[in-house]
């Protein structure tokens, strides 16, 4: 497996900016990369290969691959001529961005859902909290309970419904003379 300085330059540059996105995302750079990695990869790949290929340490490449398989985004393999763990990212984009979807929710978003309507029983109660204040939590339980429930529908899309889906939703925007801008 070739260094990270040997790949194309379009490799590298995906892989570099996948860490960058990470962060962004709130994700450790280190996974990210290795995600890229492995994401690239026509074969699965052992943690030595993605260590040497990354120059990161060994409880890096241990650390960022449990990451990955408890996110459902790669998964482990074995190879019948090596007895080393392999691994691999999933290949339908449309499965892994449900999936990441469907973790952020239930990482994120429910929990706030669960505190807000605790916030809007407070509130509730409480006189000393604003009619402005309640109005603005109860908005935004509405918001994300209306959000998930969009949500709960569409994960159950086959990934054929989903594309035609966006499709239809741009195909709309035009007709409703609807700017992209």
Wanted: positive net charge; hydrophobic residues 40%; proline residues 4%.
């Amino acid at each position: 497996m070739p260094k990270l300085s040997e790949l194309s330059g379009a490799e590298r540059r995906f892989i570099l900016h996948w860490g960058e996105m990470g962060t962004r995302w709130g994700i450790n750079r280190t996974v990210a990369q290795v995600h890229a990695l492995l994401f690239l990869s026509p074969e699965p790949l052992n943690a030595e290969q993605i260590q040497e290929t990354l120059s990161i340490a060994r409880s890096n490449v241990s650390t960022s691959l449990k990451e990955l398989q408890g996110w459902g985004i790669i998964r482990l393999v074995h190879l019948p001529s090596d007895r080393r763990d392999h691994f691999e990212s999933l290949r339908e984009i449309w499965e892994m961005f449900r999936i990441v979807i469907e973790e952020r929710k239930r990482r994120e978003v429910d929990p706030t859902v669960a505190m807000i309507r605790t916030c809007i029983t407070e509130a509730d109660k409480d006189p000393a909290t604003s009619e402005y204040a309640r109005d603005r939590l109860r908005e935004m339980h509405v918001f994300l309970t209306t959000t998930s429930a969009w949500y709960a529908t569409f994960r159950g899309w086959p990934t054929s419904v989903v594309t035609r889906f966006f499709s239809l939703a741009d195909k709309s925007r035009k007709l409703l003379g609807i700017n992209a801008d």
